[in-house]
């Protein structure tokens, strides 16, 4: 009688909540310090000091009334003007506020987006690694997500696969990079290459297929890796940002779509952007954060922690022989487990009370996710029990 | 090639907006003085001063990390059992945190009860005059809006209407007292008779038949006026809340869903707007705002001020001859229109720049919505353009 679809969904708990869940079953049995939880994407570094000033400042300075009230439902037109400017200033691009919608983070960006391009019937493609959410949003809109299997050399993009996945159907296509779960950033090659396929099957098919890059990992990088900016390569792209791991505030609800001038039917994409969010229940951006995400755009949280834990990470794997891709970005690393079946390997890891997510949630088996948003000395100490499990494959 | 539909809702600019838009189009035109603007239900009243205050104090002592990260999809624990304890103290009720489910506000709270709820081809039922964007709401989900025509002598229910509609069909009801666009709470005999009635209609089609109490104006009545808590009467009740009225928050989008243990398979009810709200992108609600609304939950914006607005406007009609039900609640007053056509009627005012919004919209033709939100002195000046608009009639 209910929408068991939904039912399914609201019950379900995911592989990494769960995780996590036992990890603070275990801390309570056997100390918070001796169990070493990789499982969460929750930034451990708080924001900066100018999130926090910056709200006092409004609350103290702004007319409650206004500060509090609704905003026009795409976002407060300073707000939309400020965040078109900064990233103008950043990417050499030219995009004014109208072309900004504001939403409650990059989940809400994905779902305005996708409700607002899709039909039932219509294909979604996506990359294997993938945030397994995706499929949760697309299926929502009626539309199909189709895989494209992970490159496991390089985590760049197997272009023969996804060539043979392109038809008629497929209406958009989602890009993640910096990645969750494997860190790898895209290269400018690899990009131009994508643009290039997609403009040819835009010819062949006769109509437009939509780029999404959902990049709310797009400023935690290390040594200054270089991230495209997609509207550049392509002009059918649709941005989805969220400012949740930039200036650590996963739990604010706060980021955009952007939709640029060039791309195809641009004004009625956005509009329906917009309808998908007035459908979806989305009435505006949180007021207030808005105004803290167009004063802070250009700050992050303290990204070295990150850089230092990464290599830290990376320096013991090589020392143990466990293979990983070097992430150009994000707090993820990706190890290829030492024996085929990740899931075991990530109970056998288990046992040892490190707290791993099988890469096969992330359509990319043989892999584990290790999210290194954690303190550094909780990656020290970890090294030895990494070691142990690595130990436990070579008796 | 893109949802239409969506192209549509995002395209469409309500009544409501356009209005507003016109009046401050006019107001460069003859000055902000010279135009009566009641066309938005906007607070304007401040939030009361405890939320800026705790706003203050959380960002200064929390741990930021906390304070900014994620909480569990349903909301941090200790803000579910603060609710849930206030609800108690102030209802008599029994409920606990986990019948809490916090969202970005009233929309967000309808649009995740009615995609947990509902299957395409329900029927939900609405009673008139009712908020327009209910019939987004449902038709989103693929279910059907039947609409009971409103009680346009008492604004209570016509249940003989209400009874004719009621199908195997129907999946659940959506009520709004105190109501948006008339003002007028249900009385308890209204609540009582209502609930009878659906128990007779659940035992008749042999399922439940779900009540959502739609309640953003709750908090806000005037002498002393009963809002009966719908729970106590019929035990398949959502209470869908909002806290953008009572502490003038609109912008923030802050409020809840509470799914109480007599509900028909609540917790597969509730396990469905969790699964709703994964699906439509609602990661958690706003961490910092779920603090503060756990904090003030028992406060309200200055109510006084809507308390004189509300007395000196049905002064000002009784005055006039301007037929007007005495709203128990809310800031909206829903005159009789002084002729037949309150498109026609809203017309006329508007060329006296007086901005109401015609009650067509509402489902309810022959009245007209006059949000006295606004500043006290706008409604003295406003008296005087109301009784030229009434002697317009009488010429």
């Known amino acids: 009688m209910l929408n068991e679809k939904m039912v399914g969904l609201g019950t379900a708990r995911s592989v990494i909540r769960e995780l996590f869940e036992y990890g603070n079953q275990r801390a309570a049995v056997v100390g918070r310090e001796n169990v070493f939880d990789f499982s969460l994407g929750n930034p451990s570094v708080p924001a900066p000091a100018s999130v926090n000033e910056t709200i006092v400042d409004l609350v103290q300075t702004s007319d409650p009334v206004l500060l509090h009230g609704y905003t026009s439902a795409p976002g407060a037109q300073d707000v939309r003007d400020a965040i078109a400017a900064s990233i103008n200033r950043r ?50 809109t009626g539309a199909k997500m189709v895989l494209v299997p992970a490159d496991t050399e390089a985590f760049q993009i197997d272009f023969a696969a996804l060539e043979e996945r392109i038809t008629d159907k497929t209406k958009c296509l989602i890009v993640n990079s910096p990645n969750n779960p494997c860190g790898v950033v895209y290269s400018e090659e690899t990009i131009q290459t994508l643009a290039q396929l997609l403009r040819t099957k835009e010819q062949a098919y006769g109509h437009p297929i939509y780029l999404i890059s959902d990049e709310p990992y797009r400023e ?26 930039s200036l650590s505030l996963p739990g604010e609800r706060i980021g955009y779509v952007l939709v640029p001038d060039e791309c195809a039917d641009a004004e009625l994409v956005f509009a329906a952007v917009a309808g998908a969010g007035r459908a979806l229940g989305y009435v505006c951006a949180p007021s207030l954060l808005q105004r803290v995400a167009a004063r802070c755009c250009e700050d992050t949280s303290d990204l070295s922690v990150y850089a230092e834990n990464r290599r830290l990470l990376l320096d013991g794997f090589r020392e143990m022989g466990i293979d990983c891709v070097t992430p150009g970005g994000t707090f993820y690393a990706f190890p290829k487990t030492l024996e085929p079946d990740d899931v075991a390997f990530a109970e056998k890891a288990k046992s040892l009370d490190l707290l791993v997510v099988p890469g096969s949630g992330f359509g990319c088996p043989g892999f584990v996710r290790v999210a290194y948003c954690v303190p550094t000395e909780q990656i020290r100490r970890s090294l030895p029990v990494f070691r142990k499990l690595a130990d436990l494959y070579r008796k």
């Open 220 to 245: 935690i990088v290390f040594d200054g890796a270089f991230v495209p900016y997609l509207t550049k390569y392509y002009d059918d792209t649709l941005v989805c940002y969220s400012y949740s791991k």
């Open 91 to 140: 990417q050499g691009t030219s995009f004014s506020g109208k072309n900004l919608y504001m939403t409650c983070g990059a989940a809400a960006s994905l779902t305005c987006s996708l409700n607002g391009l899709c039909l039932p019937g219509d294909e979604v493609i996506v990359i294997a690694p993938y945030f397994p959410e995706y499929q949760v949003f697309i299926e929502h």
